[in-house]
Nanobody
Framework: EEQLVESGGGLVQPGGSLTLSCAASGFLFEIFDMTWVRQAPGKEAEWVSGIREGGTAKYYSDSVKGRFTISRDDAKRTMYLQMNNLRHEDSGLYYC?????????????????WGRGTQVTVSS
């Protein structure tokens, strides 16, 4: 069974940091581009970041550029999202997602696999 499992969310104060992880199983993780998507209560899902297979290219939304860093470890079948200088507006449920097409910049396409998400709450 193909599966994505996120972890690492939590409660953090503004300006703090968190690192999210996404463990993949049931498919050849290393040949896929991967992405992070987040959703705040009452808002639509928002693409946050994407990484090409092999980590050859990385992309970020304007709202997180310079603060978040995406990475992957194909040997561990795991993707990461290092989040620094967190803001209230970064709060939401963060999903690890597998896009159906190549990620070549800000991604607006479809996803065929989602994790259950990990909650990030930025609050003082």
């Amino acid at each position: 069974e193909e599966q994505l499992v996120e972890s690492g969310g939590g409660l953090v104060q503004p300006g703090g940091s968190l690192t999210l992880s996404c463990a993949a199983s049931g498919f050849l993780f290393e040949i896929f581009d991967m992405t992070w998507v987040r959703q705040a209560p009452g808002k639509e899902a928002e693409w946050v970041s994407g990484i090409r297979e092999g980590g050859t290219a990385k992309y970020y939304s304007d709202s997180v550029k310079g603060r978040f860093t995406i990475s992957r470890d194909d040997a561990k079948r795991t993707m990461y999202l290092q989040m620094n200088n967190l803001r209230h507006e970064d709060s939401g449920l963060y999903y690890c997602t597998r896009p159906t097409t190549t990620v070549e910049g800000p991604f607006t396409g479809e996803y065929d696999l989602w994790g259950r998400g990990t909650q990030v709450t930025v609050s003082s």
